[in-house]
């Protein structure tokens, strides 16, 4: 126990603060713009478990594995069979693919915000020279760009592999070029709405789970409604309908504009006009998630 | 077999607030989508059909098991307060079963109850269909809440495994293998609401005779392997 004695200042008092010899930093100092830099590659690291431990890769690398796998076996079915195209559109590859590509958002974007809120390292962050803006713009860089990693890998592949079965080679690059297009569209959007999600709970498994059940179920509950739209014979609100889910924003968007056939039901794609509202929503949407981001981390910081 | 406390603290758990709204925001979609599609098709049974087998129970129940099955106990084991309450003087199988009849009843109030409104509101229980789908919903509840509370103390990934299962085995491959949808919990289900709709609007890949067994096994087992699981349970820091 410490009893407090009355300080008694003698008359000339002795203390002094000693000069012990510590010495300020005067090396270079990397600054902000590195910090930021650091974070986003950690970040794109992490999303594919490099640097973390060994279970913590296995399922980004299975993920990736399952995407590119089909598109090998396709190539390899193009060039035996000497078929004239490929058997699958660029474009229309991560549609198909879209149960992995969800996966993958789902159990990457908690892994990237929830364990710093949940350990309470974001104040941490803070204390760096980076802002707000930085840590998001970071980790919505990094998200988005491992998405075009997991997307754009299998399309490569394809390319490559149609170059090699001797395809017509502006005819494959146009594809080629769209369908990184649409990809890249669809990394922005589904990480600003991962991040978005798992930004709000410190708890991962819950975030997994609310990230797929966004994505998932809203794609169901559009396409049976579509299916019932195109069975009912009002094949015009078809479109509109496919406004409601992230996978078929892109969809349409991508057929639309891009040169894809649509999956949705009986193939009617938006047209032109309904196309322009497609993309004003998916801008919107990746601007509202970044928004939305940058609102949750303003308060998270203090 | 069955502990109160155990019981009150996972319902506390599993209804907390943000869990308690993604839970009950499912069934209200289902009920919205089948509002609109009555007033955009008119009572068809075919429609009823189509929406209850393909929104109803191949996406709602899967999910909302795999959030009430891990969620029972994986956050407990997840941040380590599971040794409070297995420090107590409690046989591990109690807890577990315990978990497992609150991750059951949480399931089939979630999944099985807004299925029958819904199927009440898309055709009036025309040719048995939404009873049909309810039962249906109800006993895949049991058997996906026992795989999943497995799951989650198997696992700390448990999440990702269970969808892993429930989308990508059941939806995908079940499209695509015919072989895999013997092995799906939702063709189960399946048999048993074709068995109590009785018509060709349901119908199942699966006998009856051999879902009914495999409902059980897999439940069972499940429950088992999960108190076995439990009693040598490790408890392993962060990754």
Sequence with gaps: ????????????????????????????????????????????????????????????????????????????????????????????????????????????????????????????????????????????????????????????????????????????????????????????????????????????????????????????????????????????????IGLFSPVTLIDGLQSAFLGATSAFPGAIGPTKGEGVVYVLCVLGLIAASYGLLMRRYRKVGL | MYDPTVARLTYRALLGRRRALILGALPLLLIVISLAVRALAGADDQTASDVLGGFALATMVPIIGVIAGTGAIGPEIDDGSVVYLLSKPLKRPTIIFTKLIVAIAVTMVFSAVPTLIAGLILNGNGQQIAVAYTVAALVASIAYAALFLLLGTVSRHAVVFGLVYALVWEALFGSLVPGARTLSVQQWALAVAHKVAGGDLVTSDVGLTTATILLVAVTVLATWYAGQKLRSLTLAGEE
């Excluded at chain 1, 970040?43 to 399952?66: C, D, I």
């Excluded at chain 1, 060039?79 to 490929?86: E, G, H, I």
């Excluded at chain 1, 146009?174 to 589904?190: E, I, M, P, R, Y």
């Design chain 1, 1 to 240: 126990m410490a009893v407090e004695h009355p300080v008694a200042t003698p008359a000339g008092d002795q203390t002094r603060i000693h000069n012990i010899g510590y010495r300020t930093y005067d090396g270079p100092r990397l600054g902000r713009a590195y910090a930021r830099r650091s974070l986003y590659s950690q970040s794109l690291r992490g999303a594919y478990g490099l640097g973390r431990s060994v279970k913590s890769k296995v399922l980004p690398m299975l993920l990736f594995v399952v995407m590119c796998v089909p598109a090998a076996i396709m190539v390899a079915v193009a060039v035996a069979t000497k078929a004239k195209d490929l058997p699958l559109d660029y474009t229309r590859y991560a549609i198909v693919m879209q149960a992995v590509i969800s996966l993958y958002i789902a159990s990457q974007a908690p892994q990237s915000v929830s364990r710093d809120l949940r350990f309470k390292t974001v104040p941490l962050y803070f204390s760096r020279p980076i802002e707000t803006a930085d840590y998001v713009r970071a980790k919505y860089a990094a998200l988005a760009s491992a998405l075009f990693i997991l997307t754009a890998a299998p399309l490569l592949v394809l390319y490559v592999g149609a170059l090699l079965a001797k395809l017509d080679f502006a005819d494959q690059t146009k594809g080629f070029a769209q369908g990184l297009v649409s990809v890249a569209l669809l990394s922005l959007l589904f990480a600003g709405i991962g991040l978005v999600i798992a930004s709000v709970t410190p708890r991962r498994g819950f975030g997994i789970a609310a990230v797929i059940a966004v994505l998932t179920i809203s794609y169901g509950a559009v396409s049976v409604l579509q299916g019932i739209a195109e069975t009912q014979g009002s094949s015009e609100v078809i479109p509109w």
